[in-house]
């Protein structure tokens, strides 16, 4: 499975962006899909991620700003992101939890960059 990843971009602090992942194929009906992000010289950290039975999980520094929702087809995941700070800078990474038989897989997008300017 590939994720493709889009919606990165430049944008000044306060504004918005929304980030776009589909899988290449349809993907177990049992799935977590989200977003982590990693900014320049630092690990990458989650972001927000949302199972396929609804249970949704944000990281401190998003939660309100931040909202991630899946598509009706279930292999796609979004995140709209309000009130950017230039913290938020990074390069924003698809991912996602797929059970490949008795065993659990991570699989990750190539990564869309958001710079938020100040």
């Known amino acids: 499975v590939q994720l493709q990843a889009c919606g990165g971009g430049l944008v000044q602090a306060g504004g918005s962006l929304r980030l776009s992942c589909a899988a290449s194929?349809?993907?177990?009906?049992?799935?977590?899909m989200g977003w982590y992000r990693q900014a320049p010289g630092q690990r990458r950290e989650l972001v927000a991620t949302?199972?396929?039975?609804?249970?949704?999980n944000y990281a401190d520094s998003t939660t309100g700003r931040f909202t991630i929702s899946r598509g009706n087809a279930g292999n796609t995941v979004f995140l709209q992101m309000i009130s950017l700070k230039p913290e938020d800078t990074a390069v924003y990474y698809c991912?996602?939890?797929?059970?490949?038989?008795?065993?659990?897989?991570?699989?990750w997008g190539q990564g869309t960059l958001v710079t938020v300017s100040s």
């Open positions: 194929r349809s993907i177990p009906s049992r799935n977590l």
């Open positions: 991912y996602a939890k797929l059970p490949v038989g008795p065993l659990t897989y991570d699989f």
């Open positions: 949302m199972s396929s039975d609804g249970n949704i």
